[in-house]
């Protein structure tokens, strides 16, 4: 879709890869729940010959986030832990990753236990200091992989200068924008090659299904990940990709209510006396606050907060009635999680302690309900 004749970013949400079927005028684009496709004669197509290697919802869904996220094209995968695979994928033994010390802890756990057994390389920064990705770039390094905000410290990264670092070295930068998505922080704006999300979160919205997109600067990027789809095979089926075509339509307006709540909520623990320290771009208290105002729209809904123990944090969650203990973030209810036992657990004590990370801390994806019952419903739980 030409993004002149739909510049706002509601309208492509709503209407890129959107179009009314050509075949019945549905307004509503189809699951095209099928594997594979008549082809007309020997050689011939009507450009689908196997849903592994294409779909008519994969392509609609493609065209919508990269719209979104101002790239040239996407390509979308079972997961989101697919998409960071895709990338290694288009690596070979040797290759190196400069990657932030901060990060989900299911991608250190591919890097490590998994990726390096291929001879891949990894290095982790601290790279809320740019200067720290400078220093542990190598010839050898193909990729710098940040995350900002991160998971679950919200410390920034400013994309801008790294990106600028990255490329005089002849690196390119891929950002996890998951945590922001595409109406909050727009990375490629700022410099970055490639532009991930777990489409599993706030893409989706609503918690019903799994997903993940790498977002794409160059025609030479798309046709190498598309060949990764082709080849691994850990492609996003047709239903999930509708899903997600479903949730982007509302992506404005609820990430605009995710962000009105989050702000209230973060207020609210900032100034309770059981809560010893927030974790939230948007306050000024946050180190990186100026960083936040140049580089995101928005501050969004995701919250870290210090209960000072483990023993808190447990009462706390067993005592939550509105909010749900889960897993993921993201979803239009409002998620409350134990990063060290759940979304860390695998990078170990050592790994929490060398990143910041108590046992204390809990992570809050502040949902779209009304932030008054929220309130209400952690104030009971502190106390």
């Known amino acids: 879709m030409n993004k002149k004749t739909l510049p706002g970013f509601s309208t492509r949400a709503i209407h890129a890869g959107n179009e009314a079927d050509p075949s019945t005028g549905a307004v509503a684009p189809p699951i095209f729940a099928t594997s594979t496709y008549a082809q007309e004669e020997l050689g011939k197509t009507k450009g689908y010959d196997y849903s592994r290697a294409g779909n008519p919802t994969r392509t609609r869904l493609e065209e919508n986030l990269a719209s979104l996220e101002g790239g040239i094209a996407s390509r979308v995968f079972a997961s989101g832990m697919a998409a960071v695979g895709a990338v290694c994928h288009l690596m070979k033994a040797g290759d190196h990753i400069v990657a932030s010390n901060n990060l989900y802890g299911g991608v250190p756990r591919l890097f490590d236990q998994i990726m390096a057994n291929f001879g891949l390389e990894f290095t982790y ?53 998951t945590f922001m998505s595409p109406y909050f922080q727009q990375p490629i704006q700022f410099g970055a090659d490639m532009v991930m999300h777990s489409t599993t979160k706030f893409l ?36 999930e990709c509708w899903l997600v075509l479903r949730g982007t339509k509302t992506l404005a307006v609820r990430m605009k209510q995710h962000d009105e709540n989050g702000r209230v909520m973060a207020d609210f623990l900032s100034g309770h006396p059981k809560v010893e320290q927030v974790f939230y771009p948007g306050l000024k208290s946050h180190p990186q606050y100026e960083l936040a105002c140049r580089q995101m729209w928005g501050f969004g809904s995701m919250i870290t907060f210090e209960t000072g123990s483990l023993g808190n944090a447990k009462r706390l969650l067993k005592r939550v009635r509105l909010c749900t203990m889960g897993e993921s973030l993201g979803g239009v209810e409002t998620l409350i999680s134990h990063p060290a036992t759940m979304t860390h657990a695998a990078i170990g004590q050592k790994g929490r302690k060398a990143i910041g990370l108590t046992d204390g801390m809990v992570r809050l994806s502040v949902g779209i309900e009304d932030v008054e019952d929220l309130i209400a419903d952690l104030e009971q739980a502190l106390g």
Do not use: W
Not at 213 to 238: H, R, W, Y
């Open 204 to 239: 989706n919205g609503h918690s019903d299904g799994l997903g993940g997109v790498l977002v794409c600067t160059t025609k030479d990027q798309a046709e190498k990940l598309a060949f990764v789809q082709k080849a691994a095979g850990a492609i996003m089926s047709p239903f």
């Open 125 to 177: 920064v601290d790279s809320t200091d740019p200067h720290n990705v400078e220093r542990a770039i190598r010839r050898n390094t193909r990729y710098v992989y940040i995350e900002t905000p991160t998971n679950p410290l919200m410390g920034l990264t400013d994309i801008a200068a790294v990106s600028e670092i990255a490329h005089k070295r002849g690196c390119e930068v891929v950002v996890d924008n």
